[in-house]
């Protein structure tokens, strides 16, 4: 059965470099294709994908906020970690990690979501 | 950055009711569309893949078409868990984008 949670701080302030970790269970991140993404929904508004890594390390990022982002994976702790740098209120959002068999795949598996607010 | 744009961006209906939903890209995407269903404060879950095949579990009154830069996702008879926001989205280039969204609701 395949899982996963995010966990990070719920308030960060402005111009703080957020910093979020998937935990995931049920899959290895070493296996040939797969891959984890993280993908951000304001309240009330769309979702918005802003980084993947796959088992192999290529990563791919948001290009309109790829010069803040930051993916890594540790496949031994099974976990991805996403950092955002200089964070502003528009950033408030639910943020997910979500599970990916390859490049041209859907996300299948989903974490739970956590909400990020951004805020002095 | 490939656009993704649904329309409408929401619908009354009603049970029983066929509803169709489109998605534009703003380039060809081939068949790399995908569809999915969120209801309010859970995750997105997926529906169609492919642009037209369906997800293990998806009741058949779920339809997905199209190919390039036109898609359809089509609900044949609107049941009453279908109310819900719908996406779709590209997964022809990483990371992938979505739609605005598609809000269905009960009329």
């Known amino acids: 059965q395949i899982t996963l949670k995010e966990s990070g701080p719920t308030l960060v302030k402005p111009t703080q470099t957020l910093t979020l970790t998937c935990t995931f269970s049920g899959f290895s991140l070493t296996t040939s294709g797969v891959g984890v993404g993280w993908i951000r929904q304001p309240p009330g508004e769309a979702l918005e994908c802003l980084a993947l890594i796959f088992w192999d390390d290529d990563k791919r990022y948001s290009p309109s906020l790829r010069t803040r982002l930051t993916i890594t994976k540790d496949t031994s702790k099974n976990q991805v970690v996403l950092t955002m740098t200089n964070m502003d209120p528009v950033d408030t959002a639910t943020y997910y990690c979500?599970?990916?068999?390859?490049?041209?795949?859907?996300?299948?598996?989903w974490g739970q979501g956590t909400l990020v607010t951004v805020s002095s | 950055d490939i656009q993704m744009t649904q329309s409408p961006s929401s619908l009354s209906a009603s049970v029983g009711d066929r509803v169709t939903i489109t998605c534009r890209a703003s380039?060809?995407?081939?068949?790399?569309l995908n569809w999915y269903q969120q209801k309010p404060g859970k995750a997105p879950k997926v529906l169609i893949y492919?642009?037209?095949s369906l997800q293990g579990g998806v009741p058949p009154r779920f339809s997905g078409s199209g190919s390039g830069t036109d898609f359809t996702l089509t609900i044949s008879s609107l049941q009453p868990e279908d109310f819900a926001t719908y996406y779709c989205q590209q997964s022809y280039s990483s990371p992938g984008t979505f739609g605005q969204g598609t809000k269905v609701e009960i009329k």
């Open positions: 979500a599970h990916r068999r390859g490049h041209s795949s859907p996300f299948y598996y």
């Open positions: 380039q060809s995407i081939s068949n790399y």
């Open positions: 492919a642009a037209s």
